[in-house]
């Protein structure tokens, strides 16, 4: 079994900063891209960056230069860094894992998604 668990969401005002955190645990074999996606109330769920293994990352077009995604390979931790925030980007985060992970003698992958945690920005 393989779990994703993020933490670090909250209330904070505009132009304030928050960083959310994203653990996986479980019976992993390794990790391929990682990501942060969100889901305001009423819209579809939708990217909001991501990164390989590697460390190459994509963002948003609505996030570039404000928000940054990194990980600890050896932790299986991803991160993302939210600076100057807007009231827009007040959504429900969820952390995406593609995970290689054992299953018996085999391994298989599949992706894995959080629970969510709750960014609200005031204005």
């Known amino acids: 079994q393989v779990q994703v668990v993020e933490s670090g969401g909250g209330l904070v005002q505009a132009g304030g900063s928050l960083r959310l955190s994203c653990a996986a645990s479980?019976?992993?074999?390794?990790?391929?891209?990682m990501g942060w996606y969100h889901q305001a109330p009423g819209k579809q769920r939708e990217l909001v960056a991501s990164?390989?293994?590697?460390?190459?990352?994509n963002y948003a077009d609505s996030v570039k230069g404000r928000f940054i995604i990194s990980r600890d390979n050896a932790k299986k931790m991803v991160y993302l860094q939210m600076n100057s925030l807007k009231p827009e980007d007040t959504a429900v985060y969820y952390c995406n894992a593609d995970v290689t992970y054992y299953s018996g003698s085999a391994v298989n992958r599949r992706d894995y998604w959080g629970q969510g945690t709750r960014v609200t920005v005031s204005s």
């Open positions: 990164i390989s293994r590697y460390g190459s990352t």
């Open positions: 479980g019976s992993i074999f390794s990790i391929n891209d």
